[in-house]
T-cell receptor, first 114, second 114 residues
Framework: DGGITQSPKYLFRKEGQNVTLSCEQN?????MYWYRQDPGQGLRLIYY???????QKGDIAEGYSVSREKKESFPLTVTSAQKNPTAFYLC?????????????FGPGTRLTVT | GDSVTQMEGPVTLSEEAFLTINCTYT??????LFWYVQYPGEGLQLLLK?????DKGSNKGFEATYRKETTSFHLEKGSVQVSDSAVYFC?????????????FGAGTRLFVKA
């Protein structure tokens, strides 16, 4: 089955450490996205990538970095510069050739930093 | 800029009650409109969509009609079930120039009591 996988589902880190969240898709989608969700809140866009080797900052990119070396993969690094990294992180992709541009989401990674 | 406003929750209903979650939007051009649903601890999944004015999206008993004159896309279901308890997000995506972001509302949490 096609879809988006995120690993791990739960991640614990100590303050001051960088951590990388994995996102892989086998949907052959060009565009990929990272969102952050805080308890009881909506989604905030961190970074997005329309094609391989290209990505743009979203609304809350500070303290995060990404790479897009392969079409299938869009890892997110939460750096020690991110002041409040504890959150639920969602990866998504879109088929930009389709007419409706619906987003496909992964199951999310819950990051806890203490 | 583009925006989506949806009614604040939580919404608490008894099983078999009628559901309406209001959603209005601001956008230039003719965006595609979506409702996504998020069950506890999971990613979002597409519930329904509409790509042009007067289109009705429907799925699993839920419906929403794209009303351009009122810039609205209200979600309705005639008889809710306990299993419908989740967070519902209204969203829009402009197509064409500059339309690589999906704009999400803040989400509305629905509780359905048996």
């Amino acid at each position: 089955d096609g879809g988006i996988t995120q690993s791990p589902k739960y991640l614990f880190r100590k303050e001051g450490q960088n951590v990388t969240l994995s996102c892989e898709q086998n949907l052959n989608h060009d565009a990929m996205y990272w969102y952050r969700q805080d308890p009881g809140q909506g989604l905030r866009l961190i970074y997005y990538s329309q094609i391989v080797n290209d990505f743009q900052k979203g609304d809350i990119a500070e303290g995060y970095s990404v790479s897009r070396e392969k079409k299938e993969s869009f890892p997110l690094t939460v750096t020690s510069a991110q002041k409040n990294p504890t959150a639920f992180y969602l990866c998504a992709s879109t088929n930009e050739d389709a007419s409706s541009y619906e987003q496909y989401f992964g199951p999310g990674t819950r990051l806890t930093v203490t | 800029g583009d925006s989506v406003t949806q009614m604040e929750g939580p919404v608490t209903l008894s099983e078999e009650a009628f559901l309406t979650i209001n959603c209005t939007y601001t956008a230039t051009g003719y965006p595609s409109l979506f409702w996504y649903v998020q069950y506890p601890g999971e990613g979002l999944q597409l519930l329904l969509k509409a790509t042009k004015a007067d289109d009705k999206g429907s799925n699993k008993g839920f419906e929403a009609t794209y009303r351009k004159e009122t810039t609205s896309f209200h979600l309705e279901k005639g008889s809710v079930q306990v299993s419908d308890s989740a967070v519902y997000f209204c969203a829009l995506r402009r197509v064409g120039t500059g339309g690589f972001k999906t704009i999400f509302g803040a989400g509305t949490r629905l509780f359905v009591k048996a």
